[in-house]
Nanobody
């Protein structure tokens, strides 16, 4: 069984920073892709950023230059450093893990990020 544990959400003022963490445990085989999705009230859950176990990152256009995704393969942990936050970044952020050999997808419980003055 695979579990994802997220941390790091909260309330921050516009222009501020937050760092999200997602630690995966269980039977995880490479290659894998871990990422962060977000869902604002009344909207679809959309990809924010993802990273392959090889280290290749991917970002949605709206966060390029502001967010950085990184990983620690030894701990199967992914981090999302969010800088220059905007009110439109407000959402519940969900960690996602896709394990390529098994083609299985796992989700974290979600963490709230609120950007407001």
């Amino acid at each position: 069984q695979v579990q994802l544990v997220e941390s790091g959400g909260g309330l921050v003022q516009p222009g501020g920073s937050l760092r999200l963490s997602c630690a995966a445990s269980g039977s995880i085989f490479s290659p894998w892709v871990m990422g962060w999705y977000r869902q604002a009230p009344g909207k679809q859950r959309l990809l924010v950023a993802s990273i392959h176990s090889s280290g290749i990152p991917n970002y949605t256009d709206s966060v390029k230059g502001r967010f950085t995704i990184s990983r620690d393969n030894a701990k199967t942990t992914v981090y999302l450093q969010m800088n220059s936050l905007k009110p439109e970044d407000t959402a519940v952020y969900y960690c996602n893990l896709y394990i390529v050999p098994s083609k299985r997808t796992y989700w974290g419980q979600g963490t709230q990020v609120t950007v407001s003055s």
